[in-house]
């Protein structure tokens, strides 16, 4: 996450007049607190009857002055938001912690730890933040990036990233020569627990660092975001747990460090690097790294009309989803010819993966056009070097596991180390490889990778839990794609997504419970004829939080998707998700007129043609393109059948009154047959806020911290209000 610190301090000096300058901003751009004065009269009394009105009020006046924000991605009320942080399963409830600012929508120092919980990642609840900067503390200026694990007795821990500033005078001496890495902020490693709250909405600091400086006599470039997992073989009673801790090597790269200890709450050993890159071509530092022994599922799914595809089944089958009750819940669907309804049927969700197959994803390379064009229109260093890398070719993938060798080493391919390198402006990469559980090694020369997380533009710097059924759930930052301006928020959490390893490739997909924030009828077409250049609205089809399933035939088309209006009376806003079958590439394409929006970019051609494009390669099997697109409202994350993501932001602008989706077809080069397609809207998340015992508004703890939170002469000074 602390890139983002280097990145705006590397050309300020961090003294008063920074400070100053800060102050000015935030009381100019400050998220205004939400407060609870007025009765509620007139309604059916109760609290949570008051509290839930309140909260769909709160909602609709929000997207009646933004109609950019999700509603069904987790993020806080108001405010800044990034990095996932500690995401753990306990007592029943699923938790995630998240780095926020409170009174701000842009990053600064005096990030807290953000909160919300729920019981069926269906239903979502805002929690009190878990972290706060403690002043004159280790953690004066900030709660930086961590993890949450459960101790072998039970008991929740919370490890992360305190920093305190250089130029902050109230936070005791800096650290001695041979440990300072000489940066705006000093880094401590830093341990809370819950104050025996089931909730965890209440959590108390360890008085002793967990880690209060990096080894001596070092050339690190960073030293933060903890991540721990168990290390397997031990010897004797109890565990022993691994610390992988981000940093790199000044002019060589990025690395990742390892410790070692029996307890998490001390006796940590440093015991190397777990890998280190030979050069600085996948960053110079790594940030949020994460290691994960994957689970191997079946290797050759049956694809045939009756198997079932995007949790509900696109295919009409009756497929049994497990829910923590137990109970398949059921969803009325009303089969459609082109948006018209028909006879309206009951259905069941049933596996994504199950009809969309899978094959082999693309080391990491660049699209044409801007494929990593940030907000403000330029392209990372780091991505450019990214595409310039010989990482492998589609044949190497495409002839993986065909002879013994390979077969062979694919077996070796257990485990997934993520890093998010530098600055959010990169992609998060990944590596398939073997850790050495005696060495502590993962060997990267031999490993699968680097290959991109995600093909998007906005995801950064994602963390992962075990959940009660042993799933691997990972969460990342979607980020903003637009300058600050009226709004009051900035940023998202990913739906949550399970991982797991089909041979030897990783495949992402939504959790099955997603689905259950499906309403209404389902909106369906089948058997639709798109001829080149067609524009085919979906007739009938109305919102700005959708779950759309589509299966695409080529036929004799280029390139194939779904053209999403801007409502702009200029006509921006516009963008396509297609999949581009003569480069085979998935990418969404931006601000074009729909025509020219679908010209095949050639890939050896040395000039781009002008168009904004955010996707990559993708490896297909022979047969139909299978995609699942989760709009909500600006956000946008479409899953193939073969496992990869694109996550992007399509900002759209006001609909006009009484608007359908303002979604169509699009076909280039050809003829193109939508074979199936099944869309419904998508309620929110949010079901009511957290509650103290005493009534009290959680508002008014959350978005009134005062002095409490951040000692005098932070960066941020928190806007006080009446």
């Not at 953690?139 to 250089?166: H, M």
Request: charged share 20%; with cysteine.
């Amino acid at each position: 996450m602390r890139s983002l610190a280097l990145h705006r301090q590397e050309v300020c000096s961090l003294d008063k007049r920074h400070f100053n300058r800060s102050r000015r901003r935030l009381t100019h751009r400050a998220c205004k607190p939400i407060t609870r004065k007025a009765p509620c009269l007139g309604f059916p009394d109760g609290p949570g009857f008051k509290q839930d009105l309140e909260t769909m009020l709160d909602m609709a006046n929000s997207l009646r002055h933004d109609p950019e924000k999700p509603v069904f991605h987790v993020m806080p009320r108001h405010g800044w938001i990034n990095d996932p942080n500690g995401p753990v399963y306990y007592e029943g409830k699923y938790h995630v912690f998240y780095q926020h600012i409170i009174n701000g929508c842009e990053w600064d120092f005096g990030i807290v730890w953000g909160h919300a919980a729920s019981s069926d990642l269906v239903h979502w609840e805002h929690m009190p933040p878990a972290l706060l900067p403690t002043p004159g503390g280790a953690d004066a200026d900030g709660c930086f990036s961590g993890c949450c694990i459960v101790d072998e007795d039970g008991t929740p821990i919370i490890l992360y990233t305190g920093v305190r500033l250089r130029s902050n005078p109230e936070c005791g001496p800096l650290p001695p020569a041979e440990c300072d890495l000489n940066l705006p902020f000093v880094e401590t490693q830093l341990a809370a627990v819950p104050e025996g709250d089931p909730t965890l909405a209440m959590w108390s600091k360890r008085e002793e660092p967990v880690l209060p400086m990096p080894p001596p006599d070092m050339p690190l470039v960073g030293w933060r975001d903890p991540y721990i997992f168990e290390i397997k073989g031990k010897q004797g009673n109890g565990r022993e747990w691994g610390m992988l801790m981000g940093s790199g090597l000044k002019g060589q790269g990025g690395a990742i460090m390892i410790y070692r200890s029996e307890s998490l709450y001390g006796g940590w050993r440093y015991d190397g690097m777990l890998c280190q890159a030979d050069n600085v071509e996948t960053g110079a530092m790594w940030e949020c790294p994460l290691l994960l022994e994957l689970t191997q599922t079946e290797t050759k799914p049956k694809l045939s009309e009756q198997s079932t595809g995007g949790i509900q089944s696109i295919n009409d089958s009756h497929t049994h989803l497990a829910t923590p009750s137990g109970k398949a819940p059921t969803f009325r669907e009303t089969h459609t010819q082109g948006g018209q309804t028909d006879k309206a049927v009951e259905s069941q969700p049933g596996n994504f993966q199950e009809s969309f197959g899978r094959s082999e994803p693309q080391p990491v390379a660049s699209t044409s056009g801007k494929a990593a064009a940030t907000a403000g229109g330029g392209v990372s260093l780091l991505s450019r070097q990214l595409g310039d890398i010989s990482l492998g070719s589609r044949e190497d993938c495409a002839n993986a596991g065909a002879d013994p060798q390979q077969a062979a080493a694919q077996q070796q391919h257990t485990h997934l180390l993520c890093i998010s390198p530098d600055a959010p402006i990169n992609p998060v990469l990944y590596w398939l490889g073997a850790f050495d559980q005696q060495n502590t090694k993962f060997v990267l020369e031999g490993a699968k990778g680097p290959l991109k997380l995600d093909l998007g533009d906005i995801l950064y710097a994602p963390n992962l839990m075990i959940d009660g059924q042993g799933r691997h759930i990972l969460w990342g930052w979607l980020q903003e794609r637009r300058k600050v301006g009226s709004y009051d928020y900035a940023g998202c959490l990913s739906v949550p997504r399970i991982l797991s390893m089909r041979g030897d490739r990783l495949i992402q997909e939504p959790v099955p419970e997603v689905s259950n924030l499906r309403r209404g009828r389902c909106w369906k077409a089948r058997h639709e004829a798109i001829e080149p250049e067609e524009i085919k609205p979906l007739v009938g089809l109305r919102g700005s939080s959708l779950d759309i399933e589509l299966i695409l035939d080529r036929g004799d088309a280029s390139s194939a998707g779904l053209l999403f209006q801007g409502w702009d009376a200029a006509g921006e806003g516009s963008a396509a998700i297609v999949f581009d079958w003569e480069r085979s590439v998935l990418e969404a394409i931006y601000e074009a007129p729909p025509r020219d929006m679908g010209a095949t970019q050639d890939p050896d051609a040395e000039e781009d043609d002008g168009l904004r494009r955010v996707g990559g390669p993708v490896e297909m099997e022979a047969g139909d393109v299978r995609m699942r697109i989760l709009l909500d409202h600006s956000c946008v994350e479409v899953y193939l059948g073969t496992g990869e993501v694109l996550s992007t932001r399509i900002y759209r602008g006001h609909p006009p009154e009484d608007a359908d989706a303002g979604i169509s077809f699009v076909s280039y080069g050809g003829t193109a047959h939508v074979k199936r397609c099944n869309a419904w809207t998508v309620k929110s998340i949010w079901k009511r806020d957290f509650q103290p015992h005493e009534q009290a508004s959680v508002f008014e703890t959350i978005y009134e911290p005062v002095t409490a939170v951040m000692p005098m002469g932070s960066p941020v000074v928190p806007v006080l209000t009446s």
